[in-house]
């Protein structure tokens, strides 16, 4: 083979080896692939940083860096009249003088929260985006390579609706039982509870007492260390991904109760204190039928 033809077909081996590792990394700070802001973030500024690798001479435009109206980037920004000019350009970059850099944006002005105020019931997911074209081959087409993974930022100020909840008077605590309700319910990370004692002329308690928060992989979180024979006042709350807090449940209301155990109710029904290691074989027996009898009208009073 000919030294010229050799040599261009080394040219574009090489190129078709860098198009097969080409990409385009994308990260938040710390890594992360999803950021969510609250009403306390509106105003806070959020760092993009970029990263292309096996691309050589072959680009055949710039690095396009940009926040996106929605959860799909396709391979441009939008921002033209004709595509309703809602994305948000964080920069473009040359890739033959430099193969990383960053973009920075405030979450104020990502697109669904520009030009409105940070206090309006806002929830908006959008996906941070990159794209650049390149040849595989020396005089080939010109081809999209898209930044990964796909980042989202969201802002969300909408609370969750407060959760349905229940509660079941218990030997020293109450048994409280949480279930999602309404909107927003996919969103819940966690609950919370707060309970007081019910005031004798009703209203709500001198003092409400939080239980902190409580994963919604459970559905029933004890309260315990609590007086028997008082009634107890309880409601909940929901908070989702960004800590915003629903407004409380419905109060429910759980009395503990003093639970007798075996020995206790053993006795109560008759029973006597019989038998024992120095105790004849003939005069335990008895008593131990009589035991498992009690036994039993115990668990059979406990189902009911």
Not at 22 to 29: A, G, K, N, V
Not at 219 to 240: K, M
Request: charged share 10%.
């Amino acid at each position: 083979m000919p030294f010229p033809l050799r040599l261009a077909l080394a040219a574009a081996l090489l190129l078709g080896t860098a198009a097969a590792a080409q990409s385009i990394t994308l990260t938040f700070p710390a890594s992360a692939t999803t950021l969510n802001k609250g009403p306390s973030g509106c105003n806070d500024s959020v760092r993009v940083t970029w990263t292309a690798s096996g691309f050589g001479t072959s680009p055949c435009n710039s690095l396009q860096l940009w926040v996106a109206n929605g959860q799909a980037c396709g391979d441009s920004p939008g921002t033209s009249a004709t595509d309703g000019g809602t994305d948000l350009v964080l920069g473009t970059f040359n890739l033959t003088t430099q193969q990383t850099g960053t973009g920075d944006f405030v979450v104020s002005d990502m697109p669904g929260v520009a030009g409105r105020s940070c206090g309006e019931a806002i929830d908006v997911k959008n996906f941070v985006c990159a794209s650049v074209q390149y040849r595989a081959t020396v005089g080939g087409n010109c081809s999209t390579v898209q930044g990964t993974p796909n980042l989202i930022i969201r802002y969300d100020n909408v609370p969750p609706d407060a959760p349905t909840i229940s509660a079941d008077g218990l030997d020293g605590k109450i048994s409280v039982h949480f279930a999602y309700n309404g909107s927003g319910a996919s969103d819940v990370l966690y609950w919370s509870a707060e309970y007081g004692i019910k005031p004798a002329g009703g209203g709500d308690p001198a003092v409400w007492t939080p239980t902190g928060q409580i994963s919604t992989s459970k559905t029933t979180n004890p309260i315990t260390g609590l007086l028997n024979g008082t009634t107890w006042l309880v409601r909940g709350y929901a908070y989702d991904e960004v800590n915003n807090p629903s407004v409380a449940s419905a109060t429910v209301e759980a009395t503990p109760q003093h639970s007798s155990g075996f020995w206790e109710e053993y006795k109560a029904d008759g029973g006597n204190e019989v038998g024992g290691c120095s105790s004849a074989g003939a005069a335990a027996v008895p008593s131990a039928i009589a035991a498992l009898s009690v036994l039993a009208a115990v668990l059979r009073r406990r189902s009911r």
